[in-house]
């Protein structure tokens, strides 16, 4: 219980402005990043592994990740990667990060994207 309450992502569920969709179980957000399209896909409560969803959060999981998509793909990347890595916050949650033409593709993008201060397009 203690860790929920210091979740982040719990916290930012409280505030309505920052999610862009959600339906039963999931919720999508921009990221704190400065990379253009990219959004969290969120659990709503606080889950920590992907086997503790019901079949029911998983069939959601799928809607939500398709709208998801389809958000990023109003911007046109060159791809759309996604990474569930969950250690420094414990919530279940999955990055879904646009690769843009001229940006590093692979591995990079995604370890420049998740992590501090990525560098904003040219």
């Known amino acids: 219980m203690?860790?929920?309450?210091?979740?982040?992502?719990?916290?930012?569920?409280?505030n309505p402005s920052e999610?862009?969709?959600?339906n039963e179980f999931w919720i999508l957000r921009k990221a704190n990043q400065n990379l253009d399209g990219y959004l969290y896909l969120e659990i709503k409560g606080h889950i920590e592994s992907w086997n503790q969803l019901t079949m029911e959060q998983f069939e959601a999981y799928?809607?939500?990740?398709h709208k998801g998509t389809e958000l990023i793909e109003s911007s046109h990347p060159e791809?759309?990667?996604m990474t569930a890595i969950a250690e420094r916050v414990p919530h279940l949650h999955v990055h879904?990060?646009?690769?843009?033409?001229?940006?590093?593709?692979?591995?990079?993008?995604?370890?420049?994207?998740?992590?501090?201060?990525?560098?904003?397009?040219?």
């Open 62 to 65: 799928g809607r939500a990740l």
């Open 19 to 22: 999610i862009l969709f959600e």
């Open 79 to 81: 791809k759309i990667y």
């Open 2 to 14: 203690g860790r929920m309450m210091t979740c982040p992502i719990c916290q930012a569920h409280k």
């Open 96 to 122: 879904l990060i646009p690769r843009f033409k001229g940006q590093t593709p692979g591995i990079e993008h995604i370890a420049q994207a998740t992590g501090p201060g990525f560098p904003k397009p040219m």
